[in-house]
């Protein structure tokens, strides 16, 4: 198993080092690329929960996820700026509307925006992850793990109020083929 230390060690003088730093390979690109693209989308998704939720606990878990997507969204956009690293089409934010208004047959269910977000913070999670393993240079590798931070601690909160609502969505039980079921 690495030694943690000697690793975090080693990230540190990274910093310290003189050296000038290398251009972004095309994976480090292309990791923030897509990632921009898919955070602002999930913006977007999220400024429509909250639009048709009456909910004032999913209320504020949506927009505390739009307060960090749009954060993660600014210093992802300045970051690319600096780099030189054109931007994909963004989505536009959403207009706040009154949830009353929005028709049942388009109005999602707050079970289903819950679990929304729930599998977008997955899968932004999933991009963080992979874009650390591609990342050569550790100033990048330093915003994705403090995006996956985010990540985590918002998730950790998402999860209980999902849990508690009843929302969550459990596979069933596993028992191994010959084990007692009780």
């Not at 949506?62 to 969204?73: A, I, P």
């Amino acid at each position: 198993m690495p030694d943690v230390i000697q690793a975090v060690n080693n990230v540190i003088q990274s910093f310290v080092d003189d050296e000038p730093k290398s251009p972004l390979h095309i994976g480090e690109v292309m990791s923030c690329w897509s990632y921009l693209s898919e955070l602002a989308d999930e913006q977007v998704h999220s400024e429509a929960g909250i639009n048709s939720t009456t909910d004032p606990e999913l209320k504020k878990a949506l927009h505390e996820g739009v307060k960090m997507f749009k954060s993660q969204k600014e210093r992802m956009i300045a970051f690319m700026l600096s780099e030189g690293v054109p931007l994909p089409p963004l989505s536009e934010s959403k207009p706040q509307s009154n949830p009353r208004d929005v028709p049942l047959g388009v109005k999602l269910s707050d079970d289903e925006l819950a679990n929304s977000l729930n599998i977008k913070i997955v899968i932004l999670i999933s991009y963080c992850s992979n874009a650390i393993i591609q990342s050569i240079r550790n100033d990048v590798t330093l915003i994705w793990l403090e995006y996956l931070q985010e990540y985590m601690t918002f998730g950790a909160t998402l999860k209980e109020l999902v849990k508690r609502r009843g929302w969550l969505k459990l596979p069933p039980d596993y028992y191994a083929p010959g084990t007692p079921i009780k």
